[in-house]
């Protein structure tokens, strides 16, 4: 029985951010703790296992103002690769998590959290000392 062809990543397509959504790209390993740290708060995600990267698609105009660090805010001018709405697995781009009729975004500042408690406090930096401030 011959091996059925591994799928490509020929059925995704390029998709403009900046139109009906921005896009947050994080680290894989933060990415996906930040998904379990969001919960069912956590709106579609696209894993991408080529750049080790997972992305969060936010409002349109959230990556004008995003600063948080280790992530890159994709807005006007950049594109995100897009998997076939069934991929749920790889090889090459898929979804982590689906969208939905009303699961496509994800809150920017409950992303924003989701991160920062995924990668932890900063080497020196008392979590208490900066909750006080």
């Given at each position: 029985?011959?091996?059925?062809?591994?799928?490509?990543?020929?059925?995704?397509?390029?998709?403009?951010?900046?139109?009906d959504w921005d896009a947050i790209?994080?680290?894989?390993?933060?990415?996906?703790?930040?998904?379990?740290?969001?919960?069912?708060?956590?709106?579609?995600?696209?894993?991408?296992?080529?750049?080790?990267?997972?992305?969060?698609?936010?409002?349109?105009?959230?990556a004008t103002d995003w600063d948080?660090?280790?992530t890159h805010a994709l807005g006007?001018?950049?594109?995100?690769?897009?998997?076939?709405?069934?991929?749920?697995?790889?090889?090459?781009?898929?979804?982590?998590?689906?969208?939905?009729?009303?699961?496509?975004?994800?809150?920017?500042?409950?992303?924003?959290?989701?991160?920062?408690?995924?990668?932890?406090?900063?080497?020196?930096?008392?979590?208490?000392?900066?909750?006080?401030?």
């Open positions: 029985m011959p091996t059925p062809p591994l799928p490509s990543a020929a059925a995704c397509t390029l998709h403009d951010a900046g139109q790209r994080v680290p894989r390993s933060v990415g996906l703790a930040t998904m379990a740290i969001l919960g069912p708060r956590c709106g579609a995600v696209v894993e991408d296992p080529l750049s080790s990267a997972v992305y969060y698609f936010v409002p349109v105009g959230t948080v660090t280790n006007l001018g950049a594109t995100v690769t897009i998997p076939p709405a069934r991929r749920t697995a790889g090889p090459g781009p898929h979804w982590r998590m689906c969208p939905g009729e009303d699961r496509l975004l994800t809150d920017p500042a409950a992303l924003r959290a989701a991160i920062e408690d995924a990668f932890g406090p900063r080497v020196g930096e008392d979590r208490k000392a900066s909750a006080s401030a």
